[in-house]
């Protein structure tokens, strides 16, 4: 998992939701050495060099690199955003706008969100025989075309990047500054890496007794899974929770006692 010369996906052995983790690692990587490489090059640079290389990945078939570039690009972006909003305080330009432009700004980023959640419902499968999926099929590149999985992974990527371009700009979609929300991420690793475990050990017992006490049937059988998820849930979050204080926390710990150990100390 941890190869970096192996490139393809890899599926580990009963646990093949951790397809992701070598990608991670990779993607990882990546940005670290982009970051460290363009950290003292001037901002306006930086960010166009940036979307160079997530246009050159995503062309070249690692829809996963692609995506991971674009965090940088999005932090470039939000920095940019802030910084221009300061200086049309202080120079009083914010009044000089047309009064038309905000509502038109968002009209625009609502429809960059609408479109962004359009194309990452891609269907897994027969997605060119889909209404409304046929007519980008055509628009597909050939490094994705011939291949579903492919294909469905190059137009999720498009969705998800225009999904947080919108989120940038409109505060009602945006969630993330609340408690509950920062807590979610915090354990989000955690609960990636033992949801699977969970649901297939106390979900199965509590999700399969719950659609047992039922009478057998399609809308009791949908009940009886609601229901159990429901009872299945706050035991996956509260594992997960154990997971970020007992490894996610002490790595970070462990990585800011490595680097105060061998870092060199400035003048």
């Known amino acids: 998992m941890l190869d970096p010369s192996f490139w393809r996906e890899y599926y580990p052995p009963g646990l093949p939701h951790l397809w992701a983790l070598p990608m991670e690692f990779r993607g990882s990587m990546v940005v670290f050495l982009l970051v460290h490489g363009l950290g ?70 609502t429809v960059t969100f609408v479109t962004g959640l359009f194309l990452g419902s891609w269907p897994a499968f027969q997605a060119c025989n889909s209404l409304g999926f046929r007519n980008f099929c055509g628009l597909t590149p050939v490094q994705y075309s011939g291949d579903e999985v492919a294909q469905q992974y190059f137009w999720i990527s498009i969705g998800a990047f225009l999904l947080l371009l919108s989120f940038e700009h409109l505060e009602i979609l945006q969630p993330f500054p609340t408690k509950l929300a920062s807590y ?15 649901l297939f050990t106390v979900g199965t017992v509590i999700i399969g007794n719950c659609k047992r006490w039922l009478p057998y049937g399609l809308p009791n059988y949908s009940a009886g899974f609601f229901v159990g998820a429901i009872l299945t849930t706050p035991f996956v979050v509260w594992v997960g929770d154990m997971h970020w204080r007992a490894f996610d926390n002490r790595a970070v710990k462990c990585a800011q006692w490595l680097n105060t150990r061998c870092g060199r100390k400035l003048e």
């Open 40 to 109: 003292n090059t001037k901002p306006l640079y930086r960010l166009g060099i940036l979307i160079l290389f997530a246009v050159f990945f995503l062309h070249m078939g690692r829809w996963e690199l692609f995506l991971f570039t674009s965090g940088p690009i999005f932090a470039e972006l939000r920095i940019y955003h802030k910084e221009s909003s300061l200086e049309s305080d202080m120079c009083g330009a914010r009044s000089m706008k047309p009064m038309y432009l905000k509502p038109l700004k968002a009209v625009c980023w």
């Open 184 to 198: 979610m991420g915090d354990i989000s690793f955690g609960f990636y890496i033992v949801h699977w475990t969970m």
